[in-house]
């Protein structure tokens, strides 16, 4: 019998990265099939789309760095 792996969960934090990570790479192929489909309106909505969720994966990016420090010290 094979020994289990342990897979290490996942923090809040954590997840919420992983989260928002996933939500500007769904942004930038939105993004991509604008430009393709070359609508100068969707085009700068998808920026602006993109600009609000790399923002939000700045912010959870700097929790989770927040969070590994708290537990580190």
Known sequence: MKPELS??????AEHEVEAE???VVDQIKNALAAVA??????IEAA???IE?????????LRDLAH???????
């Open 7 to 12: 897979i290490p969960r996942l923090t809040r």
């Open 67 to 73: 969070e590994r420090r708290t537990h580190s010290d």
């Open 21 to 23: 990570a996933n939500r």
């Open 37 to 42: 489909a070359d609508e100068a309106g969707s």
């Open 52 to 60: 609000r969720a790399a923002r939000d994966l700045a912010f959870t």
């Open 47 to 49: 920026a602006d789309r």
